[in-house]
């Protein structure tokens, strides 16, 4: 009897050393599963698609798609996730390049996990580089919220501007560096809100979609993946015992290392998705309206 296959999509930017690890972390947490691994190279102006290239051309297990541009976050890693879904598989990780498998037998763990569930969407147990779980849950679905957040987020842009806003943050830091850090566990749930530095999608949802919502560059993937399941009644579910671990922006700091830059660049992001999470709770509104 064939074993059920996993694919993992990695978008790759810039850091090439940062995705061989992630790759080799797959390789290593999955051995003797059937697995298949591409890497989207979100057109990297240092070369290092091509060298990824070199690196696994005798590979036949991972293979390297260098875009053409830069398509963002979701449409590059859809790239990806429509290869793998060419290829038959029946699961699909998108798994963030900074980040690296824990679990052993990875895959055969979302298998048991589906399983049970019957799963359309899977978050695992993310560990960030001090070691902490990532502690997240379902957001504050009003308009009032995403409304608050742009104006928040124009109002970071002009202390960016104004060279204020590391000063803030220093301070902010200095007064959670005096708190005292307690650890913290997250236990299993469904209708979960699920981080995206990984996505474990099951054939339900694969069968349906190309991937994530395509109309944001970066942020907000989260929050649309969300609505997205609730209107089609679909389910997401958070599952402890498969870990992972995100080191977070590698890709950006290497690609923006000027503090103010980068904050500036992700908050005109957040603005962009908002919005667009904006017109979606305002569809779901009417829609409700109607029935």
Known sequence: MKKEKIGFCILHYLVKDVTINCVNSIMEKCKGENYAIVIVDNASNNNSGKE??????NNNKVKVIINKT???????????????KKLGCDYIVMLNNDTLLLTNHFGEEIIKEWKKSKFDVMGPEIIDINNRVYLYGSPIWTKK???????????????????????LVKLKDKKENHQEVKEAK??????????????????????????LDDRTFLYGEEALL??????????????????????????????????????????????????????????????EINM
């Open 226 to 287: 969300y609505l997205r399941l609730k209107k089609n009644k679909m389910l997401s579910v958070y599952n402890p015992k498969i870990k992972i671990k995100h080191l977070e922006d590698v890709s950006t700091d290497y690609e923006i290392p000027n503090f103010n830059k980068k904050r500036i660049k992700a908050y005109k992001n957040h603005i962009k998705s908002n919005k667009i999470i904006l017109e979606e709770l305002k569809k779901i509104e009417e829609s």
């Open 145 to 167: 919220h995403f409304k608050k957040a742009i104006q928040m987020d124009k109002i970071l842009i002009l202390l960016s501007h104004l060279h204020l806003l590391r000063l």
């Open 70 to 84: 830069n398509l963002g976050f979701a449409k590059g890693n859809n790239v990806g996730f429509r290869y793998l």
């Open 186 to 211: 997250m236990k299993y749930q469904k209708d979960a809100f699920l981080h995206g530095c990984c996505f474990i999608f099951s054939k339900n949802y694969i069968d349906k979609f190309d991937g």
């Open 52 to 57: 990824l290239q070199k690196i696994y051309k």
